[in-house]
């Protein structure tokens, strides 16, 4: 157990809908990234916030968003889903000093039909 | 731009060392990952390495790092059947600190 939950475990919605993931990230720990994992593209970076701000943006789509509250949990928003859009999505976390090593949270699994 | 490459699969026999291959385009990374991913579960981290590090061993594992040639590998010792996953190669992206994954190499332990 790496200490980074995500919910929910899987999803199942239809094209054209917006879904919310979350995730909260291991004790004491400031920044959270998310990724998403598919067969053709294998594991992208989509988004990374530290303390509360934006800090780097990768691969994520116009139509996905994310935010990181005060208490640190993040949530990553999809909308207007296509049927690519089907994928496990990882949210991870770092301290805030070291090796900034990354703990991955179990993923939620969205299926778009 | 920065790129991870990994063989995709690799059987091996139980009690068989494994070696899982890995080469790597940004030479700014500062660390290099290693992390399992087995059926259905998230990415667990095994081990990393440090880019002034040659080497690195922690109980089975043995990590590689040829930063000339920009190589990294694991070893695994005594591979077993619980040792069959996918492993994944990772670079941190330049100074946005993200994770950069290859492909994953899908390692087969056959009794």
């Known amino acids: 157990d790496s200490g980074v939950t995500q919910t929910p475990k899987h999803l199942i919605t239809a094209t054209g809908q917006r879904v919310t993931l979350r995730c909260s990230p291991r004790s004491g720990d400031l920044s959270v990234y998310w990724y998403q994992q598919s067969l053709d593209q294998g594991l992208q970076f989509l988004i990374q916030y530290y303390n509360g701000e934006e800090r780097a943006k990768g691969n994520i789509l116009e139509r996905f968003s994310a935010q990181q509250f005060p208490d640190l949990h993040s949530e990553l928003n999809l909308s207007s889903l296509e049927l690519g859009d089907s994928a496990l999505y990882f949210c991870?976390?770092?301290?805030?000093?070291?090796?900034?090593?990354?703990?991955f949270g179990p993923g939620t699994r969205l299926t778009v039909l | 731009g920065e790129d991870v490459e990994q063989s995709l699969f690799l059987s091996v026999r139980e009690g068989d060392s494994s070696v899982i291959n890995c080469t790597y385009t940004?030479?700014?990374?500062?660390?290099l990952y290693w992390y399992k991913q087995e059926p259905g579960a998230g990415l667990q981290l095994l081990t990393y390495i440090f880019s002034n590090m040659d080497m690195k061993q922690d109980q089975r594992l043995t990590v590689l790092l040829n930063k000339k040639d920009k190589h990294l590998s694991l070893r695994i010792a005594d591979t077993q059947t619980g040792d069959s996953a996918i492993y994944f190669c990772?670079?941190?992206?330049?100074?946005?600190?993200?994770?950069?994954f290859g492909k994953g190499t899908k390692l087969s332990v056959k009794p």
């Open positions: 940004d030479s700014s990374s500062t660390y």
């Open positions: 990772a670079e941190t992206g330049g100074s946005q600190g993200n994770l950069i």
């Open positions: 991870a976390s770092s301290a805030p000093s070291g090796a900034a090593t990354q703990y």
